[in-house]
């Protein structure tokens, strides 16, 4: 089945994820697709406790980007309903370069870092923010800002192309 | 005595700290943060001066909203970086005053179980 919901957000796995998307959409899985902390066992451990807080049962899997894309192979990926978590558009492009079924982008959070501008209250956007922002409508993938669920969506493809 | 840390989602901390002081007066060696004001890092970076300067007790307690949440991490994170820290998710106004109340007698990892036990004792339906 297609992905439940992909979504940017630098915080990865936090309450508006597990509380809020999570009891929202009852997803099987949530991938937190990272590099680094794929390769930190005390931060896998920190994010994974995150699924004390549904009564559902829910895997969260730790995944390096090579992980995921085999992931993406695989049969559970076909019965399971996932949330994918990744931190920046940057790793967006790279999926979908590499062949990751993303066909719709939920910008979740992009926080303030000094030399970013502010494009929505919850997204703020530096020049290799807007470059692979670009990226991904040039592959006709939707870009939506949506913090949780009951917000309502911001056209991003708009705000991009007015910087 | 044990430092205090509360980190939450919105003006929770500073809001908690207020009503803890309408009950035992005002609170020493006790910051709170709000998730929503700072970025995570921020966050990391002034507990780590908090705890660094010398007139803040040798070990602190940090308290937060929401396990899972980016509060929780936070002080995950403060805590694998720096010495002397406990961590107890789920705060709520019996834990703070249990904190503060104790905090003078207990250890830090005993006070972070008896804060533990104390919330949960606060938390009760009428019958």
């Keep these: ?163 | 005595m044990v430092g205090g840390i509360l980190i939450t989602h919105g003006p929770m901390a500073q809001a908690l700290i207020k009503a803890g002081e309408t009950i035992l007066g005002k609170i020493q060696y006790i910051y709170g943060f709000s998730t929503t004001d700072l970025s995570i890092a921020t966050i990391v970076e002034r507990i780590d001066s908090i705890v660094h300067d010398e007139e803040w007790p040798h070990d602190t307690l940090i308290l937060v909203s929401l396990k899972g949440g980016s509060c929780w991490n936070a002080a995950l994170t403060a805590k694998k970086k720096l010495s002397n820290i406990e961590v107890v998710s789920g705060i709520n106004l019996s834990m703070l005053l249990s904190f503060v109340t104790k905090r003078n007698e207990e250890p830090l990892a005993k006070l972070a179980q008896t804060v533990m036990s104390d919330g949960i004792r606060g938390i009760d339906k009428h019958e």
Excluded at chain 1, 31 to 38: E, G, T, Y
Excluded at chain 1, 62 to 87: N, P, R, Y
Excluded at chain 1, 113 to 129: H, L, M, N, R, T
């Design chain 1, 1 to 163: 089945m297609p992905l439940e919901l992909c979504r940017i957000d630098d915080r990865l796995i936090h309450g508006q994820v597990i509380v809020g998307w999570g009891n929202y959409l009852k997803p099987d899985r949530i991938i937190l697709c990272n590099d680094a902390v794929a390769q930190e066992d005390w931060q896998r451990e920190m994010f994974e406790s995150s699924g004390d807080m549904v009564s559902f049962k829910l895997d969260i899997s730790i995944f390096t980007q090579g992980e995921t894309l085999s992931f993406f192979k695989q049969d559970e990926f076909e019965k399971e309903k996932i949330i994918l978590i990744v931190e920046s558009p940057r790793e967006i492009c790279e999926l979908v370069n590499e062949g990751a079924p993303i066909g719709r982008v939920n910008v979740g959070g992009m926080h303030y870092k000094s030399g970013k501008v502010q494009i929505a209250p919850y997204i703020f956007v530096d020049d290799e923010d807007i470059k692979y922002f670009k990226m991904i409508i040039e592959k006709d993938i939707k870009l939506e800002g949506q913090d949780v669920p009951t917000a309502k969506k911001i056209d991003i493809t708009e705000l991009v192309y007015l910087i």
